[in-house]
């Protein structure tokens, strides 16, 4: 049971390119979450989805795009990397649990460090 | 809006010293009150969580109370050890309509145990 894994772990990109990141999960967890760190910033949210085939925009989501195609992926896509999106960015994931009140624990991925020059 | 507040430190203590990292909270409804914590080239995992008023969290000597009269959730540990150097997140946690869970996290809180 790996948990929460994302792919790759550091990139450096320049301005201008794309690249995707992977986040795969082997808890059949409902939910999956983007986010980012940044310094003083905590984490915020990017995009999240509540089940495949369903993504829908968080905080922060100018710049990224995500696809949800299988139930234990949750791809994120940068088009154009831009310096502002040097950051960590980690994959979550949670239970669905059915009603209005909803209080499950989140797992992370490891991390993956984005530098773009 | 909700929103959650904590020093972000670093907080430095010798090896069994007492720990306390303060967090409080801002949020429209009964959240559920969570503590992450994230070890140095890892990812957040949860340390401990409450879900309601008084209730009290624990998890490897630290402990934390859903106190809602005072809008807080403190961190405190009676003998902290190096290994327990990390960044240490407040959260909370509301459902929307849809039933998704919206977590709100603080900014962190570096934690720093020499010997």
């Known amino acids: 049971n790996a948990g929460v894994t994302q792919t790759p772990k550091f990139r450096v990109l320049k301005t201008g390119q794309s690249m995707t990141l992977l986040c795969a999960q082997d808890?059949?967890?409902?939910?999956m979450y983007w986010y980012r760190q940044d310094p003083g910033m905590g984490l915020r949210l990017i995009h999240y989805s509540v089940g495949e085939g369903t993504t829908a925009k968080g905080e922060v989501p100018d710049g990224y795009n995500v696809s949800r195609l299988k139930k234990q992926n949750f791809l994120l896509g940068l088009e154009s990397a831009a310096p502002s999106q040097t950051s960590v960015y980690f994959c979550?994931?949670?239970?669905?649990?059915?009603?209005?009140?909803?209080?499950?624990?989140?797992?992370f991925g490891p991390g993956t460090r984005l530098l773009v020059l | 809006g909700n929103s959650v507040t904590q020093m972000e430190g670093p907080v430095t203590l010798s090896e069994e010293a007492f720990l306390t990292i303060n967090c409080t909270y801002t949020?429209?409804?009964?959240?559920?009150l969570f503590w992450y914590v994230q070890y140095p080239g890892e990812g957040l995992q949860l340390l401990l969580k409450?879900?309601?008023?008084?209730d009290k969290g624990s998890n490897k000597g630290f402990e934390a109370t859903y106190r809602k009269e005072t809008t807080s959730f403190h961190l405190e540990k009676g003998s902290v050890q190096v290994s327990d150097s990390a960044v240490y997140f407040c959260?909370?946690?509301?459902?929307?309509?849809?039933?998704?869970?919206?977590?709100?996290f603080g900014i962190g809180t570096k934690l720093q145990v020499i010997p």
């Open positions: 979550a994931s949670s239970y669905y649990q059915k009603g209005p009140t909803s209080r499950e624990t989140q797992y």
């Open positions: 808890m059949n967890h409902e939910y």
């Open positions: 409450a879900t309601k008023a008084d």
């Open positions: 959260a909370l946690t509301l459902s929307n309509s849809g039933g998704y869970q919206k977590v709100t």
């Open positions: 949020a429209t409804g009964y959240p559920s």
